[in-house]
């Protein structure tokens, strides 16, 4: 049996733990089944976003015309794409291996529990009064043993495909789906029903589906009936809602239709720990599970799976652990984004949730078009929403589909950061005409609804 001042099973953001417990002098000792960093920087956010670059300068050629710019691309390297991107992966593990240092053990396997405080990983017993589960989350199986799932894209082995089908209509489809198409690989999405992006507000979704469709060649309220993989190619029998079937093939066969918990990998039986429905790890607002000193971070606990969230659990996790904080964990606001085409972010409540919940709100819709930078992207559909507390101006929701918007919501984020007013937007000063000024009009907009209202 070894002994540890922390144990933490899974290498992803919960490795900064690592550091900082080892840093303030604990014996610590990481787990980790596949390769340090997680899922973000080896197959998920980071290997994906550096896709999307490529996509982007696709696109703009391929959108030149509309600034009276006869352009073309004359060839796309897809191998030299995936060499560079796989290259960036293969660094990932060695980085953060050397960045922990000496006082940090690295175990290489599954971590399982005998006990509540024993944890088993390959021929080793390690024991601690303090575990920290953060194991994270797996595709769901594909249907078909040759198809893929988002894991087997990164690093991408062998020859990139020719075409490729991909099942699902969430952020992960969308956006490999815009990079497959933008760089040539012949791309088809299959989607179930007639929605795109469903967790976003309707408005969004709606305009997302319509120019998203645009580019990309979608087959709604379609499955796939029946599939079989011959000669390096998927023969797919198609069957839409209203009982039509055809015939389609390609390479490639991808599903990204969602995740699932690991902590099936835990043997969770052996101890007290107790999980949800789904399969997720139960937890106080102290990220502590139904053991105490074991406590679940980022997406095992399966409240909200988006890195930047796993990234502050660990770090607030690290204060009360190490530095003495009693404050509980407490998320503000929690944002997002979809870097495809067109982007999309998001943070608060959509419409539909504020009508479902019997919130009181006010909602405005603004364009982009009173800033000369958004007019000189020469596309009509970018628009900013807000749902408002008309009572308070408190923000409620703002969503936002056009280019940058990922970046642009982040003034918003500030204001909720801060002192959660509409006002403070409707009152700042913008540089004329940066693309951020577009929420100008947006906020004044969202003030003169609250103020009708009032009267």
């Known amino acids: 049996m070894k002994e540890f001042d922390i144990i ?4 992803g953001r919960a ?13 610590v000792a990481l787990i980790e089944r596949s390769k340090l960093g997680g899922t973000c920087p080896n197959r998920g956010c980071v290997p994906s976003k550096l896709l999307e670059g490529y996509a982007h300068v696709a696109r703009s050629i391929k959108g030149a015309n509309r600034h009276f710019i006869d352009a073309s691309i004359q060839s796309i390297d897809l191998e030299k794409i995936f060499q560079e991107t796989n290259g960036y992966i293969e660094k990932v593990d060695g980085r953060y291996e050397t ?18 405080h024993i944890v088993r990983v390959g021929d080793e017993r390690l024991s601690s009064a303090i575990i920290v589960i953060a194991t994270g989350t797996r595709p769901k199986k594909p249907e078909h043993k040759k198809a893929w799932s988002s894991d087997d894209i990164f690093p991408l082995l062998g020859k990139v495909p020719r075409s490729i089908t991909i099942v699902g209509s969430g952020f992960i489809a969308c956006e490999l789906a815009n990079f497959f198409d933008a760089v040539g690989v012949k791309t088809k999405v299959l989607v179930r029903s007639q929605k795109m992006l469903t967790q976003e507000d309707g ?16 087959s709604f309220d379609t499955i ?12 797919m029998t198609l069957k839409q809602k209203d009982g039509v079937t055809c015939e389609h093939s390609s390479n490639a066969l991808l599903y990204a239709t969602g995740r699932e918990s690991n902590s ?62 009693a404050e509980p964990l407490a ?31 006010v909602a405005t819709t603004t364009n982009w078009q009173a800033s000369a930078r958004a007019m000189a992207l020469r596309i009509n559909y970018p628009l900013t929403k807000f749902i408002i507390n008309p009572q308070t101006y408190e ?61």
Request: with cysteine; net charge negative.
């Open 99 to 116: 960045n922990l240092g000496k006082n940090v053990t690295i175990f290489r396997g599954v971590g399982s529990f005998e006990s509540d």
């Open 264 to 325: 099936d990998t835990l043997d969770l039986q052996n101890t007290t720990i107790q999980t949800d429905e789904r399969g997720f790890i139960k937890r106080d607002a102290y990220m502590q599970t139904t053991v105490k000193g074991v406590y679940v971070i980022g997406d095992a606990s399966g409240e909200h799976m988006l890195q930047h969230a796993a990234a502050y659990e660990a770090n607030h996790l690290g204060k009360i652990l190490f530095e003495g904080c």
């Open 331 to 361: 998320f503000k606001y929690m944002p997002h984004a979809v870097f495809t085409d067109p982007q999309v972010a998001s943070v608060g409540i959509t419409e539909e949730q504020a009508k479902k919940q019997g919130i009181l709100y």
């Open 395 to 455: 923000i409620l929701g703002c969503h936002m589909i056009g280019p940058e918007s990922s970046s642009m919501i982040h003034q918003v984020l500030s204001v909720l950061h801060i002192d959660n007013d509409i006002r403070h937007l409707k009152q700042m000063l913008y540089i004329h005409p940066a693309l951020n000024e577009a929420l100008l009009p947006a906020a004044v907009a969202s003030v003169q609804a609250c103020e009708d209202w009032q009267q």
């Open 224 to 235: 796939i009936q029946e599939v079989r993989y011959v000669d390096d190619k998927f023969l």
């Open 15 to 27: 490795s900064n733990l690592a550091l900082k417990a080892a840093k303030s002098g604990k014996k």
């Open 8 to 11: 933490i099973i899974g290498g």
């Open 203 to 218: 408005t969004i979704s709606g305009i997302f589906k319509e120019e998203f469709s645009k580019n990309i060649d979608i």
